[in-house]
């Protein structure tokens, strides 16, 4: 009786080590089984994807978007060259900069932000007046008040991404080239197997020469856990980008086969504002403006009619 209740008690070990295994398997396979299509698409995303009210991307309205000077950008060490690493991590190419930190700060900002890592997305996630471009750059920042970039994701304003957008022209952009020549690379490699980037990037010329014109509105990652902590900043000004390039993203692999795309859906806008950075402007001046100009056509229209 003793050797049969070891037996079962033994059964009853293996049979709970085998469930926590197969459960970990599972939870492990459910922490990659999101996409961009088909039954893992961004319509079953979980959580906050679904639920929140203040989801990214969105699409920028430039009439509807409010006109005024938030105050520049300051990208501290940008200018630098830094070694770097790249993975493809099976939803996008992401790149890794190494040395001494990179700041953002300025703007409407109240602290100063750490680049954490650089990505992109093929077609642009961010649309402007309803056109898609081919691609979208985002430099994922995170508020340096908080340990790493996990812990500010879970506090307001936590999180700041500068997005750039690319549009297409017949030449090859040579500040991409670094990049896409070691994405070639890893574009079978999905997993966290990262790369060496050959040669040292300069993260200021992923900028656009003019980056002091800016969208900024509050909003979410566009991944989830889709957190509502993102300060967005939308560069005005764009990139070039040949077709050829593009398409060395396109043939990126996936958990689900080729990443063909790899944006999000346009989000509902809600009451949010979207603000638009214009370097001197200065709203109620705008006003006043405009208050005296229908203040002379008044006077010019009596003095037609008084002379007519």
Request: proline share 4%.
């Amino acid at each position: 009786m003793a050797s049969t209740s070891r037996i079962k008690m033994g059964l009853g070990h293996l049979l709970i080590v085998t469930l926590t295994l197969l459960c970990t398997g599972l939870q492990a396979v459910t922490a990659l089984e999101w996409g961009y299509w088909g039954k893992y698409g961004p319509k079953s995303w979980p959580e906050m994807c679904t639920t929140g009210k203040k989801q990214s991307p969105i699409d920028i309205v430039t009439e509807d978007a409010i006109r005024i000077d938030l105050g520049a950008l300051n990208f501290d060490r940008y200018d630098f060259a830094f070694s770097g690493t790249l993975t493809n991590n099976g939803h996008t190419i992401q790149v890794k900069l190494h040395g001494i930190p990179i700041h953002l700060s300025g703007g409407n900002l109240s602290s100063a932000y750490i680049l954490e890592q650089i990505h992109f997305h093929w077609s642009a996630e961010h649309t402007v007046d309803g056109s898609r471009n081919p691609l979208e750059l985002h430099l994922v920042h995170y508020d340096n008040q908080y340990a790493n970039f996990s812990e500010a994701a879970q506090h307001e304003k936590g999180v700041v991404v500068v997005a750039v957008l690319f549009e297409f022209n017949s030449y090859d952009n040579p500040d991409l080239m670094p990049i896409l020549e070691t994405t070639k690379m890893v574009s079978n490699w999905v997993g966290k197997n990262m790369a060496p980037i050959r040669t040292k990037l300069i993260p200021l010329l992923l900028l656009p020469k003019d980056h002091t014109t800016y969208y900024q509105y509050e909003g979410s990652l566009t991944t989830p856990g889709c957190q509502e902590s993102v300060m967005w900043f939308v560069m005005t000004e764009k990139l070039p980008i040949s077709e050829a390039q593009v398409n060395v993203f396109k043939h990126i692999q996936s958990y689900n086969g080729t990443l063909k795309y790899n944006y999000r859906p346009i989000q509902e806008l809600g009451n949010r504002k979207v603000y638009h950075r214009l370097d001197g402007y200065n709203s109620a001046s705008s006003l006043y403006s405009s208050i005296i100009c229908t203040v002379v056509n008044v006077l010019l229209v009596s003095l037609l009619r008084k002379n007519f």
